[in-house]
Protein backbone atom coordinates (compact mmCIF):
# COMPACT_ATOMS: atom_id res chain seq x y z
CA UNK A 1 0.00 0.00 0.00
CA UNK A 2 2.62 2.50 1.02
CA UNK A 3 4.40 1.83 -2.57
CA UNK A 4 1.14 2.56 -4.41
CA UNK A 5 0.90 5.61 -1.97
CA UNK A 6 4.15 6.71 -3.11
CA UNK A 7 3.90 6.07 -6.70
CA UNK A 8 0.38 8.36 -6.28
CA UNK A 9 2.36 11.30 -4.68
CA UNK A 10 5.21 11.47 -7.27
CA UNK A 11 2.78 11.53 -10.31
CA UNK A 12 0.61 14.04 -8.37
CA UNK A 13 3.72 16.38 -7.40
CA UNK A 14 5.15 16.37 -10.72
CA UNK A 15 2.00 17.18 -12.44
CA UNK A 16 1.32 20.17 -10.04
CA UNK A 17 4.38 21.27 -10.83
CA UNK A 18 4.01 21.43 -14.74
CA UNK A 19 0.13 22.49 -14.15
CA UNK A 20 1.74 25.77 -12.05
CA UNK A 21 4.26 26.31 -14.36
CA UNK A 22 2.05 26.63 -17.96
CA UNK A 23 -0.36 28.86 -16.02
CA UNK A 24 1.69 31.23 -13.66
CA UNK A 25 5.36 30.63 -15.25
CA UNK A 26 8.81 31.28 -13.52
CA UNK A 27 6.50 32.96 -10.74
CA UNK A 28 4.12 30.20 -9.98
CA UNK A 29 7.57 27.78 -9.52
CA UNK A 30 8.76 30.42 -7.15
CA UNK A 31 5.74 30.23 -5.10
CA UNK A 32 5.78 26.29 -5.03
CA UNK A 33 9.10 25.96 -3.25
CA UNK A 34 7.65 27.07 -0.19
CA UNK A 35 5.01 24.95 -0.27
CA UNK A 36 6.78 21.89 -1.19
CA UNK A 37 9.33 22.91 1.47
CA UNK A 38 6.89 22.76 4.47
CA UNK A 39 5.28 20.14 3.65
CA UNK A 40 8.92 17.99 3.17
CA UNK A 41 9.78 19.02 7.10
CA UNK A 42 6.38 17.96 8.43
CA UNK A 43 6.37 14.56 6.49
CA UNK A 44 9.37 13.75 7.39
CA UNK A 45 8.68 13.10 11.21
CA UNK A 46 6.67 10.01 10.01
CA UNK A 47 8.69 7.08 9.74
CA UNK A 48 7.36 4.24 7.08
CA UNK A 49 8.37 1.24 6.06
CA UNK A 50 8.57 1.12 2.11
CA UNK A 51 10.17 -1.95 0.28
CA UNK A 52 10.85 -3.22 3.93
CA UNK A 53 13.05 -0.37 4.28
CA UNK A 54 12.30 2.16 7.02
CA UNK A 55 11.90 5.96 5.19
CA UNK A 56 11.54 9.06 6.45
CA UNK A 57 8.37 10.75 4.84
CA UNK A 58 9.16 13.95 2.74
CA UNK A 59 11.85 12.82 0.46
CA UNK A 60 9.08 13.47 -2.65
CA UNK A 61 8.48 17.05 -1.35
CA UNK A 62 12.15 17.79 -1.55
CA UNK A 63 12.66 15.85 -4.78
CA UNK A 64 9.78 18.11 -5.95
CA UNK A 65 11.81 21.27 -5.07
CA UNK A 66 14.84 19.93 -7.26
CA UNK A 67 12.57 19.34 -9.81
CA UNK A 68 11.50 23.05 -9.58
CA UNK A 69 14.94 24.05 -9.69
CA UNK A 70 16.29 21.81 -12.66
CA UNK A 71 12.90 23.64 -14.73
CA UNK A 72 14.16 26.87 -13.84
CA UNK A 73 17.77 25.90 -14.48
CA UNK A 74 16.45 24.53 -17.79
CA UNK A 75 14.30 27.68 -19.46
CA UNK A 76 15.86 30.35 -17.58
CA UNK A 77 18.99 30.47 -15.91
CA UNK A 78 21.48 29.53 -12.86
CA UNK A 79 20.99 32.85 -11.51
CA UNK A 80 16.97 32.42 -11.29
CA UNK A 81 17.52 29.09 -9.95
CA UNK A 82 19.46 29.79 -7.14
CA UNK A 83 16.76 32.28 -5.91
CA UNK A 84 14.98 28.81 -5.05
CA UNK A 85 17.65 27.94 -2.02
CA UNK A 86 17.06 31.39 -0.65
CA UNK A 87 13.63 30.69 -0.39
CA UNK A 88 13.97 27.68 1.02
CA UNK A 89 16.62 29.37 3.86
CA UNK A 90 13.02 31.92 3.97
CA UNK A 91 11.21 29.43 4.75
CA UNK A 92 12.91 27.84 7.45
CA UNK A 93 13.49 30.78 9.06
CA UNK A 94 9.86 32.06 8.90
CA UNK A 95 8.59 28.27 10.40
CA UNK A 96 11.38 28.22 13.31
CA UNK A 97 10.16 31.31 14.68
CA UNK A 98 6.60 31.51 14.22
CA UNK A 99 6.26 27.73 15.33
CA UNK A 100 8.91 28.53 18.53
CA UNK A 101 6.56 31.50 19.46
CA UNK A 102 3.35 29.37 18.89
CA UNK A 103 4.72 26.86 21.24
CA UNK A 104 5.13 29.23 24.15
CA UNK A 105 1.63 30.20 23.83
CA UNK A 106 -0.18 28.98 27.34
CA UNK A 107 -3.05 27.53 26.14
CA UNK A 108 -6.36 27.54 27.96
CA UNK A 109 -8.85 25.02 29.59
CA UNK A 110 -10.37 24.35 26.10
CA UNK A 111 -7.52 23.99 24.09
CA UNK A 112 -7.03 20.42 22.64
CA UNK A 113 -4.08 21.43 19.95
CA UNK A 114 -0.94 22.12 22.39
CA UNK A 115 -0.20 19.23 22.49
CA UNK A 116 -0.41 17.60 18.63
CA UNK A 117 1.10 20.73 17.84
CA UNK A 118 4.32 20.35 20.58
CA UNK A 119 4.82 16.50 18.96
CA UNK A 120 4.94 18.18 14.92
CA UNK A 121 6.82 21.57 16.18
CA UNK A 122 8.83 21.04 18.95
CA UNK A 123 11.29 18.80 16.84
CA UNK A 124 10.88 21.25 14.36
CA UNK A 125 14.34 23.43 14.78
CA UNK A 126 16.48 20.74 14.52
CA UNK A 127 14.50 19.38 11.33
CA UNK A 128 14.53 22.43 9.89
CA UNK A 129 18.16 23.43 10.43
CA UNK A 130 19.26 19.89 9.44
CA UNK A 131 17.44 19.82 6.23
CA UNK A 132 18.65 23.68 5.37
CA UNK A 133 22.24 22.92 5.65
CA UNK A 134 21.85 19.48 3.44
CA UNK A 135 19.62 21.21 1.16
CA UNK A 136 21.54 24.54 0.72
CA UNK A 137 24.76 22.29 -0.37
CA UNK A 138 22.99 19.56 -2.44
CA UNK A 139 20.64 22.27 -4.58
CA UNK A 140 23.56 24.28 -4.99
CA UNK A 141 25.76 20.97 -6.20
CA UNK A 142 22.63 20.36 -8.45
CA UNK A 143 21.87 23.55 -9.71
CA UNK A 144 25.83 24.42 -10.77
CA UNK A 145 26.46 20.82 -11.79
CA UNK A 146 23.46 21.09 -13.55
CA UNK A 147 24.02 24.07 -15.61
CA UNK A 148 28.30 23.35 -16.05
CA UNK A 149 27.14 19.77 -17.82
CA UNK A 150 24.83 21.74 -19.74
CA UNK A 151 27.82 23.74 -21.30
CA UNK A 152 28.96 20.65 -22.61
CA UNK A 153 25.93 19.01 -23.30
CA UNK A 154 23.56 21.69 -24.40
CA UNK A 155 21.09 20.31 -26.55
CA UNK A 156 17.64 19.01 -25.70
CA UNK A 157 18.42 14.77 -27.05
CA UNK A 158 20.91 15.49 -23.81
CA UNK A 159 18.67 16.95 -21.30
CA UNK A 160 18.38 13.12 -19.89
CA UNK A 161 22.37 13.05 -19.05
CA UNK A 162 22.40 16.53 -17.02
CA UNK A 163 19.43 15.73 -15.16
CA UNK A 164 20.35 12.64 -14.27
CA UNK A 165 23.61 13.05 -13.50
CA UNK A 166 23.48 16.16 -11.09
CA UNK A 167 20.30 14.49 -9.62
CA UNK A 168 21.96 11.57 -8.57
CA UNK A 169 25.49 13.53 -7.19
CA UNK A 170 22.90 15.21 -5.25
CA UNK A 171 20.41 13.42 -3.77
CA UNK A 172 23.41 10.78 -2.50
CA UNK A 173 24.71 14.35 -0.49
CA UNK A 174 21.06 15.85 0.57
CA UNK A 175 20.49 11.78 2.05
CA UNK A 176 23.18 11.37 3.98
CA UNK A 177 23.59 15.06 5.28
CA UNK A 178 19.93 15.16 6.23
CA UNK A 179 19.45 11.64 7.98
CA UNK A 180 22.58 11.94 10.03
CA UNK A 181 21.83 15.22 11.03
CA UNK A 182 18.53 15.05 11.89
CA UNK A 183 18.42 11.30 13.46
CA UNK A 184 22.39 11.02 15.03
CA UNK A 185 21.76 10.92 18.46
CA UNK A 186 17.76 9.60 18.38
CA UNK A 187 18.27 6.55 16.30
CA UNK A 188 21.45 3.89 16.18
CA UNK A 189 23.56 4.62 13.07
CA UNK A 190 22.92 1.83 11.81
CA UNK A 191 18.94 2.32 11.41
CA UNK A 192 19.89 5.93 10.49
CA UNK A 193 22.13 4.49 7.38
CA UNK A 194 18.81 2.13 6.62
CA UNK A 195 17.30 5.61 6.35
CA UNK A 196 19.99 7.31 4.02
CA UNK A 197 19.88 4.68 1.67
CA UNK A 198 16.47 4.13 1.58
CA UNK A 199 15.97 8.05 1.14
CA UNK A 200 18.25 7.81 -1.50
CA UNK A 201 17.32 4.82 -3.81
CA UNK A 202 13.54 7.37 -3.44
CA UNK A 203 15.41 10.38 -4.64
CA UNK A 204 17.38 8.19 -7.36
CA UNK A 205 13.83 6.71 -8.84
CA UNK A 206 12.62 10.26 -8.40
CA UNK A 207 15.35 11.97 -10.38
CA UNK A 208 15.31 9.17 -13.12
CA UNK A 209 10.94 9.67 -13.70
CA UNK A 210 11.44 13.17 -13.45
CA UNK A 211 13.35 13.40 -16.26
CA UNK A 212 10.52 13.28 -19.13
CA UNK A 213 8.44 16.02 -16.98
CA UNK A 214 11.11 18.64 -17.62
CA UNK A 215 11.31 16.97 -21.40
CA UNK A 216 7.54 18.19 -20.99
CA UNK A 217 8.40 21.18 -19.61
CA UNK A 218 10.60 22.90 -22.75
CA UNK A 219 7.37 22.40 -25.11
CA UNK A 220 5.19 24.31 -22.91
CA UNK A 221 4.68 27.80 -23.22
CA UNK A 222 4.13 29.38 -19.63
CA UNK A 223 1.73 32.01 -18.98
CA UNK A 224 4.25 34.72 -17.00
CA UNK A 225 2.50 37.16 -15.04
Do not use: H
Not at 75 to 92: C, H
Not at 150 to 168: A, E, M, Q
Not at 192 to 212: E, N
Amino acid sequence: MNEILMGVTILVSFLIILGVYKYQGLFGLYCLVPIFYIIANIQVIKQVDLFNYPLALGDVAICSVVLIGDLITENYSKRKAKKVIFLGFLTTAIITIMMTLTIKFEPNSQDFAQESIKTIFSFTPRILIASLISYIFSETIEINLYAYIKKYFPKTRDLWIRNNVSGLISAFIDSMLVSFLMFYGTFPVMYILKIALASYVIKAIVSVIDTPFVYVSKIIKPKEL
